[in-house]
């Protein structure tokens, strides 16, 4: 992408979270979504569920878009160490890897398509979110930043269903 593409791109995602940074997410918790909520604001994610062995291994790979508001959201069946690589992934993704609580413990930004090296998100990671790579920096996603979805056990979730 060109200096003016990435000026195009940054001028739609500035105007975009200037929209969910101030919308108020309480809706009913439904699998196929995600919210995100920080100091910087709130975000809603469409996502696919990739919560078996089989769709965790295929992932995002081969794919040649994603749309802006989407993403994959990987659920394991306990906490662990995980780690990602871009193997068969066109497009640069960011990765969000979440705790238990839905609190975001590490933000890996721009993956790299294609890239075989391993990106490790911590220990005890119960999910990880991925999506179109410059998106999480665009909006502020950090570290500490709280996830909401039915994944996350409602007596410990930082942010419950």
Same mark, same amino acid.
Not at 52 to 80: C, I, N, T, W
Not at 120 to 138: C, Y
């Given at each position: 992408?060109?200096?003016s593409?990435q000026?195009t ?5 500035t ?15 439904r ?8 100091d910087w ?13 089989? +769709?965790?291994?295929k =992932? %995002?790979?081969?794919?040649e878009?994603l749309?802006?508001? $989407?993403? &994959? ?5 306990v ?11 066109l497009?640069p993704?960011?990765?969000i890897?979440?705790?238990?609580t839905?609190?975001v413990?590490?933000v890996h930004?721009?993956a790299k ?5 391993p ?8 999910a990880?979110? +991925?999506?179109?790579? =410059? %998106?999480?920096?665009?909006?502020g996603?950090?570290?500490? $930043?709280? &996830?909401?979805?039915?994944a996350?056990?409602a ?6 269903c």
């Amino acid at each position: 992408m060109g200096n003016s593409g990435q000026a195009t791109l940054k001028v739609v995602l500035t105007a975009l979270w200037a929209v969910i940074g101030t919308t108020s997410f309480s809706g009913e918790c439904r699998d196929d979504q995600v919210y995100l909520r920080g100091d910087w604001g709130q975000a809603r994610f469409s996502v696919e569920l990739a919560d078996d062995k089989e +769709e965790r291994a295929k =992932g %995002l790979m081969h794919r040649e878009s994603l749309p802006k508001s $989407s993403g &994959m959201l990987f659920v394991y069946p306990v906490p662990q160490v995980v780690g990602f690589w871009m193997k068969n992934t066109l497009i640069p993704l960011d990765m969000i890897f979440i705790d238990k609580t839905g609190t975001v413990q590490r933000v890996h930004h721009m993956a790299k398509p294609l890239d075989e090296s391993p990106i490790f998100g911590g220990n005890s990671i119960l999910a990880v979110l +991925e999506i179109n790579g =410059g %998106l999480a920096e665009m909006l502020g996603i950090v570290e500490g $930043s709280q &996830m909401r979805h039915p994944a996350f056990d409602a007596e410990v979730a930082a942010w419950p269903c």
